[in-house]
């Protein structure tokens, strides 16, 4: 099992930077593929960002590319989420999640992963 607490979310001004943790429990986070999802109201669960097990390689949405960092530091199970000149569109609320195995090469599909957190809210004001 692994639990999930998203932390970091908040409001900001459009154009502005937030940082989102993702802090796991269990021994199964340096084996795990880490994601973000986002959730708008009204909108779809969106996958925004992955990362594989040792960090060596990223994906991103094309809408947040050059704007967010996906990392992960195995010492402290935790996943982050940098993101950077923040629009309006970004605001939702930003799930981190765990799959447990390697990332596949459809990482944006949330059924590929088997745990998620409860969810941190970034809301945008332009």
């Known amino acids: 099992q692994v639990q999930l607490v998203e932390s970091g979310g908040g409001s900001v001004q459009a154009g502005g930077s937030l940082r989102l943790s993702c802090a796991a429990s269990?021994?199964?986070?340096?084996?795990?593929?880490m994601g973000w999802f986002r959730q708008a109201p009204g909108k779809e669960r969106e996958g925004v960002a992955a990362?594989?097990?040792?960090?060596?390689?990223?994906y991103y949405a094309d809408s947040v590319k050059g704007r967010f960092t996906v990392s992960r530091d195995n010492a402290k199970n935790t996943l982050y989420l940098q993101m950077n000149s923040l629009k309006p569109e970004d605001a939702a609320m930003y799930y981190c999640?765990?799959?447990?195995?390697?990332?596949?090469?459809?990482?944006?599909?949330?059924?590929?992963?088997?745990?998620w957190g409860k969810g941190t809210l970034v809301t945008i004001s332009s």
């Open positions: 999640a765990a799959r447990s195995a390697g990332c596949l090469s459809n990482w944006a599909d949330s059924h590929e992963f088997d745990y």
């Open positions: 269990g021994d199964t986070f340096s084996r795990s593929c």
């Open positions: 990362i594989t097990r040792l960090g060596s390689i990223t």
